[in-house]
């Protein structure tokens, strides 16, 4: 019974760590993460946290990482942010190849 308290503890301990795990999206059947040094898309965005430095994007398909359309975050600089709004249509430049994408360019269509 000790046994079985124990691990189920040590389980309900080690959750909240698993749940806060940074998203690895190159683990994803299909998704390319390495490309070349900006690969374009078209989206709408939902959310800025330029304190976070983060912008989420709803995107339409990016053929250049095989991405089907879909609403992500990408890391941005909190410079760059100040460029667009929510609800803005926008073109943008994503860079791959660390642990999250990087909107390296967010232009206002």
């Known amino acids: 019974m000790k046994l079985v ?4 503890g040590a389980l309900a301990l ?3 760590a698993f749940a806060q795990a940074p998203h690895d999206m190159s683990s994803m059947p299909g998704m390319a993460m390495a490309a070349p040094a ?21 995107h339409g398909p990016i ?3 095989n991405w089907p359309a879909m609403t992500m975050a990408f ?3 909190p ?6 709004k929510v609800g803005q249509q926008v ?8 642990a999250a994408p990087e909107a390296v360019a967010i232009q206002p269509k």
């Open 79 to 84: 410079a760059l942010l100040k460029t667009v």
């Open 75 to 77: 890391k941005a600089d």
């Open 14 to 16: 080690s959750a909240p």
């Open 63 to 65: 053929a250049a990482l």
């Open 38 to 58: 900006g690969v374009q898309g078209a989206g709408v965005v939902k959310k800025i946290d330029a304190k976070a430095g983060s912008v989420t994007l709803q």
């Open 5 to 8: 308290l124990a691990a189920l």
């Open 91 to 98: 073109a943008f430049t994503v860079k791959t190849g660390g």
